[in-house]
């Protein structure tokens, strides 16, 4: 009896040993999720517009999801930034922009769109539909996303808008190059695919983590049935 009273002791250091591994483990997984950081910046546009200069801020966000070997880049405007003299109808208006890389890249992304969908009264703050490009890093590290030149294209005229104010960035990505990065950026960007986004990406860790805990835990209670069954 004394033997066996040892042994299931023993057994019990061990199954506790194992849990607190399994715990470890899953806690590292989680500390080496990738961090994204993405807000909401206000950008002062000053436009030079075929009627004269205007200027306008408006609030700027900018997302990242994960597809491929790169991130799909989406940049939405908050408010109008520019105004037409005459009714802009229907497809009579196409926007695009740059956004400019930093940190542990450079240069510049451009992001594209459709044409307006509706008609957009004269005098009338134009909408800026959302505008998305794909990046593919080509550094590994932190790379930042900023609103560059905003460029409207409408009736045979440009409107050419750029940042007034020195915005900071609207988005950081912790990418890895050449495989399209281990993060996406935060701020509601939906993909169609099971997003990569930051959070998503501490889900998807933690749940790992959460499989090798849970790993751990079936393993101990299986070591510990099987010696009461050995007792028995």
Same mark, same amino acid.
């Given at each position: 009896?004394?033997?066996?009273?040892?042994?299931?002791?023993t057994?019990?250091?061990?199954?506790?040993?194992?849990?607190?591994l399994?715990?470890l483990?899953?806690?590292?997984?989680?500390?080496?999720?990738?961090v994204?950081?993405?807000?909401?910046?206000?950008?002062?546009?000053?436009?030079?517009?075929?009627?004269?200069?205007?200027?306008?801020?408006?609030?700027?966000?900018?997302?990242?999801?994960?597809?491929?070997?790169?991130?799909?880049?989406?940049?939405?405007?908050?408010?109008?930034?520019?105004?037409?003299?005459v009714?802009?109808?229907?497809?009579?208006? $196409?926007?695009?922009? +740059?956004?400019?890389? *930093? @940190?542990?890249?450079? =240069? !510049?992304?451009?992001?594209? /769109?459709?044409?307006? %969908?509706?008609?957009?009264?004269?005098?009338?703050?134009?909408?800026?539909?959302?505008?998305?490009?794909?990046?593919?890093?080509k550094?590994?590290?932190?790379?930042?996303?900023?609103?560059?030149?905003?460029?409207?294209k409408?009736?045979?005229?440009?409107?050419?808008?750029?940042?007034?104010?020195?915005?900071?960035?609207?988005? $950081?990505?912790?990418? +890895?190059?050449?495989? *399209? @990065?281990?993060?996406? =950026? !935060?701020?509601?960007?939906? /993909?169609?695919?099971? %997003?990569?986004?930051?959070?998503?990406?501490?889900?998807?860790?933690?749940?790992?983590?959460?499989?090798?805990?849970?790993?751990?835990?079936?393993?101990?209670?299986?070591?510990?049935?099987?010696?009461?069954?050995?007792?028995?």
């Amino acid at each position: 009896m004394w033997g066996a009273e040892v042994s299931y002791r023993t057994y019990q250091k061990r199954t506790a040993a194992l849990a607190s591994l399994a715990a470890l483990a899953g806690s590292a997984v989680l500390m080496a999720a990738p961090v994204a950081h993405a807000e909401v910046v206000d950008v002062e546009y000053n436009c030079k517009t075929p009627i004269g200069d205007k200027s306008a801020v408006s609030p700027i966000d900018i997302k990242g999801v994960e597809s491929g070997d790169g991130y799909k880049i989406t940049m939405s405007w908050q408010k109008g930034v520019s105004s037409s003299p005459v009714e802009l109808g229907k497809g009579a208006m $196409t926007p695009s922009a +740059t956004i400019v890389l *930093g @940190g542990a890249d450079s =240069g !510049t992304l451009t992001v594209t /769109g459709p044409a307006n %969908q509706e008609a957009i009264p004269a005098n009338t703050p134009i909408k800026i539909n959302d505008l998305s490009g794909t990046y593919t890093p080509k550094k590994t590290g932190k790379v930042d996303f900023t609103a560059g030149v905003l460029t409207i294209k409408a009736l045979g005229t440009v409107t050419t808008c750029t940042p007034g104010n020195d915005p900071g960035p609207s988005l $950081t990505l912790d990418v +890895t190059a050449g495989s *399209g @990065g281990t993060s996406g =950026g !935060t701020g509601g960007s939906g /993909g169609e695919l099971p %997003q990569t986004g930051p959070l998503d990406s501490v889900v998807a860790l933690g749940t790992l983590g959460g499989t090798v805990l849970l790993a751990g835990a079936a393993g101990a209670l299986w070591v510990t049935r099987r010696n009461q069954a050995v007792r028995r």
